[in-house]
């Protein structure tokens, strides 16, 4: 059985190098809050590591996944290559500049307890 990742995208547009923007549609991140659920492997891992610093990623619960596309996904609709749009976290983020545990940004332990703080 495949491990599933989600990436979370938390920062913006502005000032983007073109390497990060082309690997952001790759990964069909094209807004803030935008969360999209893939496999983790190698390939992924690596265009991953190019958009750390605009994303929040980590391993997700199945039930965590069941209850995100419940409530965040469409009728009828697999979630694998769906783009779910997230609300802001309640309580904000901590800071859009700097790493986990200080900051929202890279790879993320709780990832599920951020999930449902933004659904």
């Known amino acids: ?17 073109p390497k990060i923007k082309r690997t952001m549609e790759m990964l069909r991140l094209s807004r803030p809050n935008h969360c999209v659920v893939i496999v983790n492997s190698p390939q992924n891992m690596g265009m991953i590591n190019v958009v750390k610093d605009y994303v929040a990623f980590g391993k997700i619960a199945d039930a965590t996944l069941s209850k995100l596309v419940l409530k965040r996904g469409e009728e009828g609709k697999d979630h694998k290559g769906f783009v779910f749009r997230l ?3 309640k309580k904000g983020l901590k800071d859009l500049k700097l790493h986990w545990p200080e900051g929202a940004l890279g790879k993320r332990d709780d990832m599920d307890t951020f999930i449902v703080k933004m659904m």
Request: charged share 25%; glycine share 4%.
């Open 87 to 89: 609300h802001p976290p």
């Open 1 to 17: 059985m495949t491990e599933n990742m989600v990436v979370i995208r938390l920062r913006g547009r502005a000032n983007i190098k």
